[in-house]
T-cell receptor, first 115, second 113 residues
Framework: AQTVTQSQPEMSVQEAETVTLSCTYD???????LFWYKQPPSRQMILVIR??????QNATENRFSVNFQKAAKSFSLKISDSQLGDAAMYFC????????????FGQGTELSVKP | KAGVTQTPRYLIKTRGQQVTLSCSPI?????VSWYQQTPGQGLQFLFE???????NKGNFPGRFSGRQFSNSRSEMNVSTLELGDSALYLC????????????FGQGTRLTVV
């Protein structure tokens, strides 16, 4: 079965601090993409960062970076210099390379940012 | 460039009725996927359409169906609504099924009473 597990239903971080959200996944496939999506109260899913499984280098997008451990099937998201606007539900997801656009999502981590 | 547009934003239906939701993808995007989001089950894949053909289907009963038009707009239909169908329905578009980035609409909140 292909699954994504986010073990932290809720996380909290102080503004300007750093927080790491955990994600593990399970698949027998070797070619896939990994994603972190953000869903603010507006409900619109916004892509935060993506990682191709064949790339060893961890992806970075401004204050967002990932720690991708393929052997451990782990894909954590680090948010540096947290801002109030980062408060949202964060979803980890993956897509198998040759299986179209189907995304498999985790249950989400609700991140709150304290001023 | 306009984003993914879903209509309506909110809908209230009665058990047993049917409902049709619409999704207009980003211009140039030909792949549309649908997801159901509920507090209990999270985000679950419904189906994917590309070039008016269903390419992939999730584990949902036959009451859930969809289609895609030649302009890539997609509709999903739920017949004989049940209380458990109350959810946020999200649509995502990408250039093609292999596109590395899917863009989501704001969703349609369906409430079944």
């Amino acid at each position: 079965a292909q699954t994504v597990t986010q073990s932290q239903p809720e996380m909290s971080v102080q503004e300007a601090e750093t927080v790491t959200l955990s994600c593990t996944y399970d698949t027998s496939e070797s070619d896939y993409y990994l994603f972190w999506y953000k869903q603010p109260p507006s409900r619109q899913m916004i892509l935060v960062i993506r990682q191709e499984a064949y790339k060893q280098q961890n992806a970075t997008e401004n204050r967002f970076s990932v720690n991708f451990q393929k052997a451990a099937k782990s894909f954590s998201l680090k948010i540096s210099d947290s801002q109030l606007g980062d408060a949202a539900m964060y979803f980890c997801a993956f897509r198998i390379y040759n299986q179209g656009g189907k995304l498999i999502f985790g249950q989400g981590t609700e991140l709150s940012v304290k001023p | 460039k306009a984003g993914v547009t879903q209509t309506p934003r909110y809908l209230i239906k009665t058990r047993g009725q049917q409902v049709t939701l619409s999704c207009s993808p980003i211009s140039g995007h030909r792949s549309v996927s649908w997801y159901q989001q509920t507090p209990g089950q999270g985000l679950q894949f419904l189906f994917e359409y590309f070039s008016e053909t269903q390419r992939n289907k999730g584990n949902f009963p036959g009451r859930f169906s969809g289609r895609q038009f030649s302009n890539s707009r997609s509709e999903m239909n739920v017949s004989t609504l049940e209380l458990g169908d109350s959810a946020l329905y999200l649509c995502a578009s990408s250039r093609d099924p292999g596109g590395t980035e899917a863009f989501f609409g704001q969703g349609t909140r369906l409430t079944v009473v």
